[in-house]
C-alpha cells in the first residue's frame, strides 16, 4: 500500500488508477471499516483510503484531542484488506488556511436527530467529504449504515451536486453480543463495555414490535427511553423515521428505521435497526 501525505502526490499515481473505490476513515479501524474495505474491491479496479480526523466536525466539547490515533496499526489493516492507496494528510495539508468555505445540508436532514445533540457536526462531515472525493475523484464511495444519518446526507449532497460518485452503503458490523461496532467503543469500562448491548437490544425490541403490527411508535421509543434511564444510561433519542429522509412516519408507512443515541458513563453510543 502506497501512503501519500499529500494532494498532489495522490492524485499524480491516480491518474492511471482506473475505476477507483473510496473509503474515506478517522482511523482506529474496525472490524465495520474493514469490511467496508472489503466490499469496495467488488466496486473499483483500485481501493483507495484516507485517514483524517476532521477538526470541523468536532464540537468544543467533544473529543477531537483525545479521539484514538493508531495510524500504525491502521495502516497494517489496510494493507492486509488490499487497499492500494492511502490519503493521509495532516492539518495544513487539508485545511492550508482556515476553510471559510463549507457545506451546509439542509438543516430539516441535519439538525435532526444527531444534529440536533451535536450542533454543527453534519455541516463539518458534508464539507469534508466534499473536498475528499474532489481530491479522490472515485468512482463510488462507500460509508456504513452506523451512521445512518450521515449515509443519507451524503447520498443527497453527492446528488444535489450532481457528482458522478455512486455511494455504497455497508451493513453494521456487531459483535456476537449486538453491540455495533464503533471507535469510540474502545472507551467503555469492562462494566460499562457489558452494560453497552441494552443499546441493541433496545432499538431491536422496538423493531420486533412495529413487525408485529405495534402502531404506537411514540409509546415504543418512550418506553425503549425510559429502559435505558432505568439502567443508568442517558438517552438523547430514540426515533423511528423513514428511512428515505429520516422523517416522521405516517400510519402506515414502510421503509422506516429505528435510531437512537444515548450516553453511557461519559460514551456516546448510536445505533439504528432498518425495519
Ligand atoms: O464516518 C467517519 O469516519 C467520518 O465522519 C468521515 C466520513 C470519514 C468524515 O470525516
Redesign the pocket.
Known sequence: MQIHPTIAGLRAVLAKAGRIAFV???GNLHEGHIALMHQAQGHGDTVVS?L?V?RL?FGPKEDFDTYPRTFEADCEKMAAVGVAHLFAPDEREMYPMPQAYHVQPDPAQADILEGEFRPGFFRG?AT??MKLLSIVQPQAAL??KK?YQ?LMIIRNMVREFALPIEIVPGETVRATDGLALSSRNGYLSETERAEAPRLYRALDHIRKDIQAGEPDLARLEQGAMAELRASGWIPQYVAVRKQLDLQLPAAHDSGLVVLGAALLGSTRLIDNLEV
Do not use: A, I
Open positions: 474515506p476513515t478517522m484516507s483524517f476532521n466536525q462531515v469534508v467529504v460509508f456504513g451512521d450521515q
